[in-house]
């Protein structure tokens, strides 16, 4: 069965600090993982996409890297800012059939003043 | 660009009362959809995915139910909501390059 683990499962730190988010998978065959911010109420937000062959990538602050031999990634956040409060999702597509997400429960991200 | 439209953003609806959820996407043919939920501090649950018009799969057994009477148009619904029915939904849309969300629908059931 596919499934997508994330850890922590929620997160306080200071503003200005770094973090790091895990997620571990066994989605197969692989497509591609993205990470996903959702601010409460809204729809997520795609952050990063990483397919088979990439290692690292960065948007902004963000940086996700893949492991694809252990079917790990970590999401890293840089100089954390109170915006960055949110849920954190890891989604894993498969590339046998439909191409159907498999969802990690998300990390909850808070950043305090 | 795709384009995914989800309405309405907001409802408060009485207990027993019907439900429908739209969901259309722009700027793809013959995409996957699909109705996620997302309960109060828990992730998201998959409900319903479609991989063509008239195709529906369920995923969780329930009180809602899902059409997809055009290629870009995603319903959901329900004959009698109940309390336990109050959540976030999500539409999506996926292709190759993962998945796409809507805005959501809040949805509180009073």
């Known amino acids: 069965k596919n499934q997508v683990e994330q850890s922590p499962q929620s997160l306080i730190i200071l503003e200005g600090k770094n973090c790091t988010l895990q997620?571990?998978?066994?989605?197969?065959?692989?497509?591609?993982l993205r990470w996903y911010k959702q601010d409460t109420g809204r729809g997520p937000v795609s952050l990063t996409i990483?397919?088979?062959?990439?290692n690292t990538k960065s948007n902004g602050r963000y940086t996700a890297t893949l492991d694809a031999d252990t079917k790990q990634s970590s999401l890293h956040i840089t100089a954390s800012q109170l915006s960055d409060s949110a849920s954190y999702i890891c989604?894993?597509?498969?590339?046998?059939?439909?191409?159907?997400?498999?969802f990690g429960r998300g990390t909850s991200l808070i950043v305090h003043p | 660009s795709q384009t995914i439209h989800q309405w309405p953003a907001t409802l408060v609806q009485p207990v027993g009362s019907p439900l429908s959820l739209e969901c259309t996407v722009e700027?793809?043919?013959?995409?996957?959809l699909y109705w996620y939920r997302q309960a109060a501090g828990r992730g998201l649950q998959l409900l319903f995915y479609?991989?063509?018009?008239?195709?529906i799969s369920s995923e969780v057994p329930q009180n809602l139910s899902a059409s997809r009477p055009q290629d870009r148009q995603f319903i959901l619904s329900s004959k009698k909501l109940l309390l336990s029915d109050s959540g976030f939904y999500l539409c999506?849309?996926?292709?190759?390059?993962?998945?796409?969300f809507g805005q959501g629908t809040r949805l509180t059931v009073v």
């Open positions: 990483m397919t088979f062959s990439e």
């Open positions: 999506a849309w996926s292709a190759r390059k993962g998945a796409f």
């Open positions: 997620c571990n998978y066994t989605v197969s065959p692989f497509s591609n």
């Open positions: 479609s991989v063509g018009i008239g195709q």
């Open positions: 700027g793809t043919s013959n995409p996957n």
């Open positions: 989604v894993v597509s498969s590339s046998g059939g439909s191409y159907i997400p498999t």
